[in-house]
């Protein structure tokens, strides 16, 4: 197969194949496990259309990041397997990045719960 998009179907057949090996990572899983929560916090506390908007969006933004990291990863093994300081710094700041989303998801989270507490 050709792995240029050709066209817009392709395009998104090619997204499917990236789902699908996103999933087979166990911290892909465990953020979906986040999407999850979210609409479930969504019905449970009902809180207001920004919120939502913020609960649906953060959790699909950390499985984006998660899906570059994989890439950063599987490139980085693809180059060497052998101890690299350069790579293990091109992992780490895919891992980092990864962390400062779930921080801001924490907040979010954390901004909304505290709203029961201070009202």
Known sequence: MDHKNKNILDAFWCSIDGLKILYEEKAARR????FIFSILYIFLMQPDLNMI???????????SIEALNTGIEYTCDKITMDRSNK???AKDLG?????LALVAYSAVVILDISKIFLN
Do not use: G
């Open 31 to 34: 953020e979906l496990l986040l």
């Open 53 to 63: 908007i913020w609960l649906i969006v953060l959790p699909l933004l950390i499985l």
């Open 87 to 89: 790579i293990k710094k």
């Open 95 to 99: 891992s980092a990045a990864i962390f």
